[in-house]
């Protein structure tokens, strides 16, 4: 893989991570907003690995990106790894 590859690739797993995070604020739409932020957080803090959390608030934080508001308040309760 080469180098424009390799950014290619990651440019579509950012994609990828930030369309699913919308998925699952869409499914918890329907709550009140704290607690469906909340509720998103707590589905990505428990189904998410790690790493799939770190490169998420990575690319919600990258110049240009917006996100729902909705999203972007869910943003803080979701866990980064732990530094050792």
Known sequence: MNQETH???HDDNNAKLIR???EIADYFHA???EKAAE???SH???FWTPKMREDFLAAAEAPGQSLTPLLQAA???IRRKKIK
Do not use: K, L, V
Request: hydrophobic share 45%; proline share 6%.
């Open 7 to 9: 950014i290619f690739a």
């Open 20 to 22: 699913m995070a919308q």
């Open 31 to 33: 709550y009140p907003q």
């Open 39 to 41: 509720s998103i957080a």
């Open 44 to 46: 990505i803090n428990h």
């Open 75 to 77: 943003r803080g309760g």
